[in-house]
């Protein structure tokens, strides 16, 4: 991948679309400035049960969730270690030491994937946070889907609360105002950046990927993509249908290995992947565990068009990104195959939109800036 260098004027409010902006007290400032290189983060992350797995492979498991910045929860990890002295732990060590975490850090982030199942579902094991007080104490709720969210007694033991998809009319949840209130936009990962613990604090993600839609393209559409919903298949098989020159298919996923015969493809490395994107007037960015995926970010980082799945309408969105600006959505599958053949015809509004979404993508993806963000958050919150 050819690297891009591009400037970000936009300040960490400007561009990050769904929050709101409030003033910082003086206090609050003085004490941001002053913990700004050393601020002490506990960070509770995601508990991976390991069932059914030998030794060798629960070391290797270990050594990957360490040093990798990944997944769902990878985003957060990644400007949280690219902005602050973090210690990460269990949420078995944070009740043992519960009385401890005031006087040895300065803000502590709670994984909702941190319970016992490992998925966020075990909530009441949170109810002990509320009684840790002297520090601001924050949400992250990295489960996919916007629909998913957890009851008012766990959002009430919390500050703010950082989730990934969310609904843009938070009164779609059955939640109090004042626990409305405490959302905040979280990011998802983008896999093709290599964050790692010991190199994220120097990364510029603005230095991957291509700064300008490729002018050489040999097929209509592609997706490559596992089978993590099933709108993916019968999405494939209807492209497959038609008389367009698709490349791609589908992997088996975790929870769905077995993929049909006529949607089937092995999976490709990821230089193959990069090339194919690139060569593809069309990219699909479909439904997959939840609706805002790691394809979105992919396709943005590559200055690749965006035909995106409908459900993304609903979310509050990095950046603020808006469709037929820096993507498009399809409403039905005939839709998607009339706007496939659309932008395949019309270069200069398909390369518009992807190059919106490169610039989206220089302004949004920001480690340390969304580290700044989440520590204004913090501090607005415990203050306020």
């Known amino acids: 991948m050819s690297a891009t260098q591009s400037a970000c004027d936009d300040g960490v409010a400007g561009h990050l679309g769904s929050t709101v902006d409030h003033p910082l007290s003086s206090d609050v400032i003085n004490r941001r400035l002053a913990l700004k290189r050393v601020a002490r ?142 959302i905040r936009l979280a990011w998802l990962a983008c896999p093709l950046i290599p964050s790692r613990r010991h190199n994220v604090a120097r990364l510029d993600p603005r230095a991957f990927g291509y700064a300008e839609p490729s002018t050489d393209c040999r097929h209509d559409v592609c997706f490559y993509g596992t089978q993590s919903s099933r709108l993916r298949p019968e999405v494939w098989r209807r492209v497959l249908a038609s008389d367009l020159d698709a490349i791609g298919g589908i992997q088996g996923h975790d929870i769905d290995p077995d993929v049909a015969a006529d949607v089937a493809v092995p999976a490709v490395d990821a230089e193959r992947y990069v090339e194919t994107i690139r060569e593809s007037r069309v990219n699909l960015a479909l439904d997959g565990l939840g609706e805002f995926t790691h394809r979105h970010w992919e396709l943005w980082l590559l200055a690749a068009f965006c035909l995106s799945s409908p459900s993304i309408r609903a979310l509050a969105l990095p950046g603020g990104a808006r469709e037929y600006e820096h993507f498009v959505c399809f409403d039905d599958l005939d839709d998607m195959i009339d706007k496939i053949r659309y932008y395949a015809t019309h270069e200069t509004e398909r390369q518009a939109i992807a190059s919106a979404g490169r610039r989206l993508f220089e302004q949004t993806f920001d480690f340390k800036a969304y580290g700044r963000f989440v520590a204004e958050q913090m501090d607005q919150a415990s203050t306020g």
């Open 41 to 182: 983060v506990l960070y509770i992350g995601r508990y991976y049960p390991d069932i059914g797995a030998g030794p060798i492979t629960r070391l290797r498991r270990k050594k990957n969730r360490y040093r990798k910045l990944r997944g769902q929860c990878g985003f957060m990890r990644s400007a949280l270690h690219a902005s602050f002295d973090v210690t990460e732990a269990r949420l078995d060590w944070l009740k043992r030491h519960a009385r401890e975490v005031a006087k040895r850090f300065d803000y502590l982030i709670v994984c909702s994937k941190s319970d016992s199942s490992g998925e966020g579902v075990n909530v009441r094991e949170f109810d002990f946070i509320a009684g840790i007080d002297g520090l601001p104490k924050a949400f992250f709720i990295s489960n996919p889907q916007a629909g998913f969210m957890v009851d008012d007694a766990c959002l009430d033991c919390f500050d703010v609360v950082f989730k990934r998809e969310h609904y843009a009319d938070l009164n779609r949840y059955p939640i109090a105002d004042r626990n409305r209130d405490k």
